[in-house]
């Protein structure tokens, strides 16, 4: 047996004024996507903002239902409805906010496995790295230079067999 240890390379931003103008900006779309979270039962709104390889900013909210299964979070509401308008365009950046009734968040909010699995996805489908800029309401703000930084060890294609690869 042996021991392997990770390790995650990313930047810490301080605080918003440090951030460049491009992250500011997705900051605040991600902020006010989060203003329209429908979140009726965690009251935990999640705002995730892609910006386009075209320019545009693609942004989207958690959505609740009282089958918890059956919601989505932000980050899958974002890249689904990028990928839909926008279906051979690559993301290169995403920001992804919440907003904590109770308490400002203090520290970064990460995204969940499967946002991170769907992320990683389109990643690989373009091969085209994706920024991740994580933020709380308060505090640093990490910057990932992809979504693979996030999810080591990932499910891809290369596991499915090669009848279902060679349909992709």
Do not use: W
């Not at 991600?30 to 942004?59: C, D, P, R, W």
């Amino acid at each position: 047996m042996k021991t392997i240890t990770l390790e995650t390379q990313m930047q810490v931003y301080d605080s918003r004024e440090e951030l460049p103008e491009d992250l500011l900006e997705l900051l605040h779309q991600a902020e006010e996507a989060a203003t329209h979270a429908y979140a009726e039962y965690s009251h935990f709104q999640v705002g995730a903002a892609i910006l386009m390889n075209n320019g545009k900013i693609v942004a989207g909210a958690n959505q609740e239902n009282a089958v918890f299964p059956c919601g989505l979070c932000a980050e899958r509401v974002a890249a689904f409805a990028a990928s839909s308008m926008y279906p051979e365009v690559p993301f290169n950046k995403i920001v992804i906010t919440a907003i904590n009734p109770d308490e400002p968040l203090k520290e970064p909010v990460a995204p969940c496995g499967s946002c991170r699995q769907v992320l990683f996805e389109y990643e690989q489908k373009f091969g085209h790295p994706i920024e991740v800029v994580l933020a709380g309401q308060e505090g640093p703000i990490y910057h990932f230079h992809n979504v693979a930084t996030l999810l080591p060890y990932t499910f891809h294609a290369g596991f499915l067999p090669n009848e279902v690869r060679s349909k992709r």
